[in-house]
């Protein structure tokens, strides 16, 4: 239990360095970039905790309820992360 409580922040945080545009400029694009590698990598816990954990999913989907227009650069992390989750595990998604 410890253990899937510890994925799931480190999945939680991936998701808000990715996502966070506190953490989006030129300096630092490097940990969104990381961060969706890492989230995207061929690791079937990973694919599997951003789809069973209700807040991992949800904090993804709330991705597009924003009344700004979206980061080009965030909406292809975006793009790949929520591609990645229909091939794999299309029939939660």
Do not use: W
């Not at 590698?37 to 309820?65: H, K, P, R, Y």
């Amino acid at each position: 239990m410890h253990h899937m409580y510890i994925t799931s922040l480190l999945l939680s945080n991936f998701l808000s360095y990715v996502f966070n545009i506190a953490y989006f400029s030129l300096a630092v694009v490097r940990y969104p970039n990381i961060s969706c590698e890492l989230l995207t990598s061929d690791v079937t816990q990973i694919t599997d905790a951003l789809v069973g954990c209700g807040t991992l999913f949800s904090s993804l989907m709330n991705f597009l309820e924003t009344d700004s227009p979206l980061n080009p650069l965030q909406a292809s992390f975006y793009g790949k992360l929520v591609a990645l989750l229909i091939s794999r595990r299309g029939e939660l998604v």
